[in-house]
């Protein structure tokens, strides 16, 4: 079915089945037709590749998906969906959707039965509310995929991909780089969404890259030092770390010299290189490598 951005098309599906806006699933359809054959083309859509997509609204970026890959598989959590895309999607017979919430899917699983000797790649319009825990969720599951292309809040966007060592960078920004590199490929205004939202949107993609985890010898370790320092992110490393690892101050402050580090810096000021060091540094003392 053609022209699912056309605002005449999306009112007549939303008459034909009743199908009204979920504000707790942040529904947000786009209607602006240049988006989604944008993300198709840098997502890795193409022959040769299955495609997992996260929600499918009425199918728009589907289409574009299913037009240039040779397989898609969506995961979207909204039943009253499902008989819509049996007619928007009609057409595609390497397009299957999958009624689940994808953060009880069991990716590994789903990739191993559905695209057996075909590279896959991740694209996805994420609603605001659960961007992160989907990222997460793929990052962790260090996923067999060559990347993950998703639009997600433009705030959100520019905080996961900072550069570490940053005003910008956070915890989250911290926990992509350990998985991979991230980039923006391209803003979407808020205009090309209906209903339209409040904020401005991006869409980024992510490249697993495991260049910081093979260097980091604790991996829990460095969660747990990254999310006590950003928690507290105004705070210096020693107060922070402080707190979050139940050492004392003075103990903190000479796993920082020994790092290089002084003792007044804060998270922001480190780089990837510099938390990867702190931590090791922090495994070889507590006897945690």
Do not use: H
Not at 48 to 62: A, D, N, R, V
Not at 163 to 191: C, D, P, Q
């Amino acid at each position: 079915m053609k022209n699912l951005t056309n605002i005449s098309v999306i009112k007549q599906l939303l008459e034909k089945y009743g199908f009204t806006f979920s504000k707790g699933l942040g529904q947000n359809f786009l209607i602006n037709p240049s988006v989604c054959p944008k993300i198709a083309e840098y997502g890795f859509a193409q022959e040769g590749f299955g495609i997992i997509e996260i929600g499918t609204g009425f199918g728009t970026l589907s289409a574009e998906l299913a037009e240039r890959a040779d397989k898609v598989v969506a995961v979207e959590i909204d039943s009253r969906l499902i008989p819509v895309l049996d007619e928007t999607m009609s057409e595609y017979n390497n397009f299957k959707v999958i009624n689940e919430d994808i953060m009880k899917t069991d990716l590994k699983a789903l990739i191993e039965r559905e695209f057996s000797g075909l590279k896959v790649a991740v694209c996805a319009n994420l609603p605001y509310y659960i961007t992160s825990p989907v990222i997460m969720l793929l990052l962790e599951n260090e996923l067999p995929v060559e990347a993950i292309t998703v639009m997600v809040q433009k705030e959100a966007a520019q905080r996961l991909c900072a550069k570490m060592g940053t005003r910008e960078s956070g915890a989250i920004t911290a926990a992509v780089n350990y998985y991979g590199k991230a980039e923006t490929l391209f803003n979407v205004s808020r205009g090309s969404f209906m209903p339209a939202p409040n904020v401005d949107s991006a869409v980024i993609q992510i490249r697993p890259d495991f260049e910081y985890r093979d260097k980091i010898n604790d991996k829990a370790l460095f969660f747990r030092i990254i999310k006590g320092a950003f928690a507290q992110r105004r705070k210096t490393l020693v107060n922070s770390l402080s707190s979050a690892l139940g050492m004392s101050k003075g103990e903190i402050t000479d796993v920082l010299e020994k790092t290089g580090l002084d003792k007044n810096a804060r998270c922001e000021q480190l780089d990837m290189e510099m938390w990867t060091s702190l931590v090791n540094t922090f495994s070889e003392l507590t006897g945690k490598q």
